[in-house]
Every structure is written in structure tokens, then in C-alpha cells.
């Protein structure tokens, strides 16, 4: 969003008009998605973060020494995991809601904490479980696109 709003600002002609579309529409988002970002109440974190750190080896943890949970997904390939982060962008976009992420290659490492709450929150559990999903459709599409001589080897810690 801050590259759009600077290329916008640069812009000539319609450069003002897109620059007051983006902060209006990131403004809306961020008051609407504010209201959502509320803590978890101690029942509800238990319960959430227990769906989340229960899926086997696939599970997210929770980060020693700090309110967060964390996952390291492996992919295929570079291109995959960028999708993968790009998808997550524009979702951390919406929510108004970043992660803390470390990218190499096809490895990406993700904590999630909410630092206005001061730990795990809401939107870190619907971060969390929207991130699940974006992997798991990026690796069963390129499992479907494999060539039939041998299965890939896709791991998703």
C-alpha cells in the first residue's frame, strides 16, 4: 500500500484521485477491522490456539517466551512461496494486521502476535487459519500439476 500511495503521489493527473481512493478505502478497512481486533478472552485463546496447535506436524506453536504462535511452511519453490506471501499481503492489507515473517527461497517463517493487545488476538487466529488455507490450496494445485513419474515433496511445517 505504501509503494501504491507513492506512486501515486508522484503520478501526474489521476495520481491525487487513486491516492484519496487508497487512504479512504484503508481507512474504512482499518476502522472496521478495529472493532474485531479485540482480545480473546481466556477460554477462547485456549480453544483457539488448541484448534491450531493440534493439526499434527502442520500445527502452529506457541513462541516461547512471548504471547505469539509461529509456523514455518516449506514449498515447492520460490514462486510458490512468494504466492503464498502475496496472498498474506493483501489479506494483512485488509485486516490492517501484519505479520512478522523471514523468506528464503521456498521457506517461509511466520509469528503472529498482536502488539496492541500485547499477544495472541482475533485476528492472529483468523490470520493463522486464513494462512492454512492459502497453503493448502497453493500445494494441492501444484500437487495436481505434477507430472505423473513420482509425487513432489511438499512439506508444510
Not at 509456523?71 to 506471501?85: C, E
Not at 502476535?113 to 483468523?126: C, L, P, Q, Y
Request: aromatic share 8%.
Amino acid at each position: 500500500m505504501t509503494l501504491l500511495l507513492n506512486i501515486a503521489r508522484r503520478g501526474g493527473g489521476g495520481g491525487a484521485r487513486l491516492m484519496s481512493m487508497m487512504q479512504r478505502s484503508g481507512h474504512e478497512a482499518s476502522r472496521t477491522l478495529a472493532s474485531s481486533a479485540s482480545d480473546l478472552t481466556a477460554e477462547e485463546r485456549t480453544e483457539a490456539i488448541g484448534k491450531l496447535t493440534s493439526q499434527g506436524p502442520f500445527s502452529w506453536e506457541e513462541v516461547e517466551g512471548r504471547d505469539a504462535i509461529c509456523k514455518a511452511f516449506d514449498f515447492q519453490d520460490f514462486s510458490q512461496a512468494f504466492s503464498f506471501m502475496t496472498r498474506t499481503a493483501l489479506l494483512a492489507e485488509q485486516m490492517g494486521h501484519h505479520p512478522e515473517w523471514f523468506n528464503v527461497y521456498n521457506h517461509v517463517q511466520v509469528t503472529l502476535t498482536t502488539h496492541d493487545t500485547g499477544g495472541v488476538s482475533k485476528k492472529d487466529i483468523e490470520m493463522a487459519e486464513r494462512m492454512d488455507e492459502f497453503a493448502k490450496e497453493l500445494l494441492r494445485t501444484r500437487k495436481e500439476e505434477a507430472p505423473t513419474g513420482g509425487d513432489p515433496v511438499v512439506t508444510q511445517h
